[in-house]
């Protein structure tokens, strides 16, 4: 018996196409403006920020990639080089020595603010001046649907 699959209607569609089309434009913007003041990845500031954003700055590594978009395999090799950079360190867990931790240090949190003075201006560049406020609550509202 064969299965009778819906499809998509043309405004699903344009709407799936817009969504990708807009993520990975302004993505891009974000990410050139980053390294444009010198700053490292985006993807840093992700980690940076979940970790500043958890109890007592640390989570385990799984938590990590639960909180952000990194998949695990991009994720090791992420935390390893904010670790050589002295921004994160690993803590073994005290109950169990099989377990670690990756905690945020000062430095950490130091290049996390400076992160965040460009990344929060090119927010409001590049999506938050073509917004108002309505239309952003709008927009969140109808993506949340989606989480």
Excluded at 1 to 8: A, G, I, L
Excluded at 11 to 18: D, N
């Amino acid at each position: 018996m064969s299965e009778t699959r819906s499809k998509p209607s043309e405004s699903a569609v344009s709407a799936w196409t817009c969504i990708i089309r807009a993520r990975e434009r302004l993505l891009g913007a974000i990410e050139a403006e980053l390294k444009a003041a010198g700053m490292p990845p985006l993807a840093w500031y992700d980690v940076l920020w979940e970790l500043v954003r958890s109890q007592d700055g640390r989570l385990r590594p799984y938590e990590i990639e639960e909180r952000t978009v990194l998949a695990q395999y991009n994720l090791s090799r992420l935390i390893d080089r904010l670790e050589r950079e002295g921004l994160v360190r690993r803590e073994v867990f005290a109950d169990d020595g099989r377990g670690r931790w990756v905690a945020i240090t000062d430095a950490g949190r130091t290049l996390r603010a400076r992160m965040w003075a460009v990344y929060a201006a090119a927010i409001e560049s590049h999506v938050g001046s073509k917004l108002t406020e309505g239309e952003a609550k709008n927009i969140t509202a109808l993506l949340a649907r989606f989480l």
